[in-house]
T-cell receptor, first 113, second 111 residues
């Protein structure tokens, strides 16, 4: 049971490039989410999904796209990277029922030049 | 808008001393409450959680937290700090499928 996995661990992009951050979980969790962590601001919710085919926006969705075609995977896409998207990105998942805890992946560190 | 405040950005404590980290939130009703810990370069580990019931919650690593509805607070405590407790601590609140984090408190432990 690998839990929540994220790839890559570290990525450098140039402004305007696109990329996809991968997130997968093997716990059959319905709910998955993406956060970005910036110094002094804690983690902020980007997008989340309560099941395959269903996604919704969080607090800071601009510049990011998501889709959920399977229960296991929840990729985060940056279509045109900007320096403001330099951050550490965390994926998390949980069961979609009351009183459940989210489990976090190890994070992806992204640097946009 | 909902918000979570951790008033202390940094706290320095001596090893063996007690620790209290503050957390206040603003919501219309009692949300689900969490404390997470993050060691440098690592992901987040859940320390404890409150959903309902007993307002004093026990967690891992000897931590506990108390929910006070009248003060909209969920403060984290540990009676005796170990050097391995040096980390950043995040309070988080969940309402309506959205988890909102405070800005974090970095704890330094002096020998």
């Amino acid at each position: 049971n690998a839990g929540v996995t994220q790839t890559p661990k570290f990525q450098v992009l140039k402004t305007g490039q696109s990329m996809t951050l991968q997130c997968a979980q093997d716990m059959n969790h319905e709910y998955m989410s993406w956060y970005r962590q910036d110094p002094g601001m804690g983690l902020r919710l980007i997008h989340y999904s309560v099941g395959a085919g269903i996604t919704d926006q969080g607090e800071v969705p601009n510049g990011y796209n998501v889709s959920r075609s399977t229960t296991e995977d929840f990729p985060l896409r940056l279509l045109s990277a900007a320096p403001s998207q330099t951050s550490v990105y965390f994926c998390a998942s949980r069961y979609n029922r009351g009183q459940e805890t989210q489990y976090f992946g190890p994070g992806t560190r992204l640097l946009v030049l | 808008a909902q918000s979570v405040t951790q008033p202390d950005i940094h706290i320095t404590v001596s090893e063996g001393a007690s620790l209290e980290l503050r957390c206040n939130y603003s919501y219309g009703a009692t949300p689900y409450l969490f404390w997470y810990v993050q060691s440098p370069g690592q992901g987040l580990q859940l320390l404890l959680k409150y959903f309902s019931g007993d307002t004093l919650v026990q967690g891992i690593k000897g931590f506990e937290a108390e929910f006070k509805r009248s003060q909209s607070s969920f403060n984290l405590r540990k009676p005796s700090v170990h050097w391995s407790d040096a980390a950043e601590y995040f309070c988080a609140v969940e309402k309506g499928n959205k988890l909102t984090f405070g800005g974090g408190t970095r704890v330094l432990v002096k020998p």
